[in-house]
Nanobody
């Protein structure tokens, strides 16, 4: 049974930090590119960041460049999103998503549901004072 389980969300003041985790099971994690996608209240999903199966060529949405860092540990079947200098506009539900692509040297950020094979259930991130 395929599972992606996000954790690490919460309520943080502006300027604070959070580290999200996404634990994968039921598929060969090391063959999948991983992405983080978020959805703000009342808005559509937005691609935030991605990382290839081999941990090369991470990519970020312009809105989070320089503040967020994506990483993965294939030994632990887990992808992370370190979020720093958080802003109220970062508020939303954060999802991790997976697409089979074991040989890619780069990835593109996107939220199209059709591009991903697996999705997590999401974790809420709220930035507010």
């Amino acid at each position: 049974q395929v599972q992606l389980v996000e954790s690490g969300g919460g309520l943080v003041q502006p300027g604070g930090s959070l580290r999200l985790s996404c634990a994968a099971s039921g598929f060969t994690f090391s063959s999948y590119a991983m992405s983080w996608v978020r959805q703000a209240p009342g808005k559509g999903r937005e691609g935030v960041s991605c990382i290839t199966a081999r941990s090369v060529g991470p990519n970020y949405a312009d809105s989070v460049k320089g503040r967020f860092n994506i990483s993965r540990d294939n030994a632990k079947d887990t992808v992370y999103l370190q979020m720093n200098s958080l802003k109220p506009e970062d508020t939303g539900v954060y999802y991790c998503a997976a697409v089979w692509d074991p040989y890619a040297s780069f990835c593109t950020v996107g939220a199209d549901q059709g591009r991903y094979e697996f999705w997590g259930q999401g974790t809420q991130v709220t930035i507010s004072s």
